[in-house]
Every structure is written in C-alpha cells, then in structure tokens.
C-alpha cells in the first residue's frame, strides 16, 4: 500500500526538527570561523567534526553542499522508517 498525500504530510513534520537543527548547526559552524579563514586562508578551521572540516577546509560551498546532502541523508532515513513503520501498522490493521 503507498502512502496517502496526508501520511506524506503528517511525516513532513519528522523531518522539519532535524532540518532546522542541521541547518543552524552548519550556520553557527559558518559563524564562528575566524577572520582569517574568511580572507581566504581556508586551513585555518575551526570546527569539532573531522569529516566537516575537511569541508570547509576545502571551501565554504563546499561545507554548504555537504551540509545539505546530510540533511537529505537523514530525510531519507527518517522516510524509510517512517514508510516501515507505516507499512507494519496497515499490515497489522488488516
């Protein structure tokens, strides 16, 4: 059984906290970089996570495009168990 447009919306909702949390996550990560990366000078990140780092040691579009393809990541998962979840209950109902 597919997923009615109003599951479709109802589960848009487990998507939105974590979204927002990456989002300003990544922002703050932007915010607090100094001077001197903003100049050009890229090595000089300041950031906790090694992965992103990398990132923006590249580029700050680069951490940006990073950033959004792990928001689509996680909407994925969240979409997968939510679909799973969905699937189990209607097989249960009927």
């Given at each position: 059984m597919?997923?009615?447009?109003?599951?479709?919306?109802e589960s848009?909702?487990?998507l939105l906290p974590p979204a927002a949390l990456s989002a300003l996550d990544n922002g703050l990560s932007l915010y607090s970089q100094s001077d001197a990366y903003w100049a050009g000078d890229y090595g000089s990140v300041s950031e906790l996570s090694p992965s992103f780092a990398k990132?923006?040691?590249i580029h700050p579009i680069a951490f940006a495009a990073a950033g959004v393809l792990w928001i689509e990541l996680r909407f994925?998962?969240?979409q997968a168990v939510i679909f799973d979840l969905f699937v189990q209950r209607v097989a249960v109902d009927a």
């Open positions: 597919l997923l009615t447009a109003r599951s479709d919306r848009a909702w487990f990132y923006l040691a994925l998962a969240i």
